[in-house]
């Protein structure tokens, strides 16, 4: 689960992350009263108005702006909000704007000079070990030092015995080429940004940038964060952070009954049960010409109301040409899914596309005898190749 920059702050503050004084509104109003309020607190009317979306390249959007006065911020807030903003990370249409986070300044004078910072900590899957990867060279354009000067980027893994080390933080501030009173601040900030990221289950925290600024001090200027959605039921406070209006409505209305659903953008709809033979049967389906338009897992308790859900919502992508229902009745039995899809004809209505039903398994006989008796146009196959032959010829 994504969480908004505001909330990860919120969640970094607790465990003693130094993030800048900001404040979530929600119109231009509150937008004002919160710079007044910043200005009060800080001193300085100086402010950063920024667009709260799961997504990055905010800045290359125009969804992050610095308001010099509290003129400013009421002209930027009244663009920004309900704006739909595009970035390199969103899809064309972009994702519509309801809430900003109006920040402090962290571009104040001091006697040394600013720098920006990337710093992430994630799971390197081949080594099963969290790392922190990191570089001197932070901003909008981290993915060109990647790409142009990939030796400009460390990591760091850490040892799940024994944690984040001492002479790890002290490695980390040195190749980020700090010394003085940011190498210590660095030096103390790396262990709590790591603790944050374990103890709250999360599989991604990404600051981009991480900032030093003129008097030394390191402060989250940006924060991505996203939360292991099977250790939700630990983060109660968590779980109540989600934003169903940045998440695809066919997957919010596929997690209230249990499905596992992601869209694609392809042609043919699939229902299976189990996610190696999901990954399979997309395979099949782009061997025959197709494009898979979703992956759909009914897992292993399917019952026929489910199934029609299932089918309601792979029905409501207007992409979709076809649909390959594939089921090995293992601990599912395949009877049930069949009454799922001939429910789903009677309850629906119409249905306009062919469907190709495939089932093995577990009462496989009875569950073909409950199609045949339908009366329903429904295609079916026995073996994977006579189901991936039947979506060719449909698509043709």
């Known amino acids: 689960m994504n969480v908004h920059e505001y909330q990860g702050k919120s969640l970094l503050k607790k465990y003693g992350v130094p993030v800048p004084q900001g404040i979530m509104v929600e119109s231009v ?24 979306i799961h997504a990055g390249g905010r800045g290359k959007g125009g969804g992050v702006k610095i308001a010099k006065n509290i003129e400013e911020v009421k002209t930027f807030a009244s663009a920004i909000l309900g704006m739909q903003l595009i970035t390199p990370q969103t899809s064309a249409e972009g994702k519509k704007v309801r809430k900003l986070l109006i920040e402090q300044n962290i571009y104040y004078p001091g006697p040394g000079e ?11 899957r081949a080594t099963s070990r969290n790392m922190i990867m990191y570089s001197p060279r932070g901003g909008m354009n981290i993915e060109e030092v990647a790409e142009e000067t990939p030796e400009e980027i460390f990591t760091e893994e850490i040892d799940p015995k024994t944690g984040i080390q001492p002479y790890q933080c002290r490695r980390i501030a040195f190749n980020l080429g700090l010394s003085g009173a940011a190498f210590k601040n660095m030096v103390k900030f790396i262990p709590t940004l790591y603790n944050a990221y374990v103890k709250n289950d999360a599989t991604l925290l990404e600051i981009n940038p991480l900032f030093k600024a003129a008097d030394d001090r390191i402060l989250v200027a940006d924060c991505k964060m996203s939360i292991d959605s099977n ?8 779980l ?31 229902m299976v049960n189990g996610a190696g ?65 001939v429910d789903a004809y009677k309850n629906i209505g119409e249905i306009n596309i062919p469907i190709i039903v495939r089932l093995q398994g577990t009462n496989a006989e009875e569950a073909k005898k409950i199609i045949d008796e339908s009366g329903l146009q429904v295609k079916s196959a026995i073996l994977l190749k006579e189901a991936a032959q039947l979506v060719t010829e449909v698509l043709q």
Request: aromatic share 6%; net charge negative.
């Open 240 to 270: 109540e952070m989600r934003d169903l209006h940045e998440e695809d409505p066919m997957e919010v209305e596929a997690g209230k009954y249990d499905l596992n659903y992601v869209k694609l953008d392809g042609n043919v709809g699939c």
């Open 29 to 52: 109003e509150d937008a004002i009263a919160a710079a007044k309020k910043i200005k009060e607190t800080t001193g300085n009317e100086v402010c950063a108005v920024k667009a709260q």
């Open 114 to 124: 600013p720098s920006e910072i990337y710093m992430s900590v994630l799971l390197n």
């Open 231 to 238: 250790a939700l039921y630990r983060h109660p406070e968590i």
């Open 277 to 341: 033979l999901a990954m399979a049967t997309m395979d099949i389906i782009k061997l025959s010409g197709g494009d898979p338009a979703n992956f759909l897992d009914v897992g292993g308790s399917a019952n026929a109301k489910r199934v029609e859900e299932a089918f309601r919502i792979i029905l409501k992508d207007p992409n979709v040409k076809a649909i390959l229902v594939n089921i090995f009745g293992g601990i599912v039995r395949c009877d049930r899914v069949a009454q799922g899809i």
